[in-house]
């Protein structure tokens, strides 16, 4: 009896205090320690996954749709050309006028006398207004190359600036997500002006055209 209440060896033969044939809980041999399981990767470190602070496996500038930021857009060259385009409506238009007030017959028209008629004024305006050309030229190359060098896409300001200068401002604040008040307002104004252009060309050429029918006659 004595044996039986000192130490039960058949009965219990695991000590309470140390079972052997149990893990220890606070040193668990037969399971990972959770403070550092090797059996599953670390939560601060997941080797088997990438630092979601640096994801190795994702470039970081294609999280969330993220672009490269564009930069500054200098509008130096860009107020040149507002200065450029109108003033070559408003020469072509003296020029057209000169022009077809100096054709007085098909006469004149067939020898060029009217040419002299014209006088210095028309070959000074003639010769400004092939610079105003050129410089137009330069000037929207190298405003187009300062949008591109900033990261914005230029397609529609070539486009604008070969085939249909007065949406060229606009595009560009579109593009360039600034305002648009301005640029509408010059859009209409020059726009305006191209239309009293051409309505004024057509009326002279086509008075132009009944004097020298009536000339022939």
Known sequence: MDSNQNGMYDNNPQN??????QPNQQNPYGQPNQQNPYGQPNQQNPYGQPNQQNPYGQPPYMNNGYMQPHG???DIFCNILLVIMPLRIIISL?????TFSAISDYKSLMNGSYASALGGAYTVLSIFSNLLFIAYIVF????IVGVSKAKYKITGLVLFAIFLNPGYYIWRAYVLGRKK???IIYTA?????MVVNMIVTFYYSFNMSF???NSMM
Request: aromatic share 6%; no cysteine; hydrophobic share 50%.
């Open 189 to 193: 104004v020059y726009s305006v002006l």
């Open 181 to 183: 008040t301005v640029p």
């Open 211 to 213: 004097s020298i029918m």
């Open 94 to 98: 003296i020029i057209n006028i000169a």
């Open 140 to 143: 929207v190359i190298l405003d």
């Open 16 to 21: 309470q205090q140390n079972p052997y044939g």
């Open 72 to 74: 500054e857009v200098k």
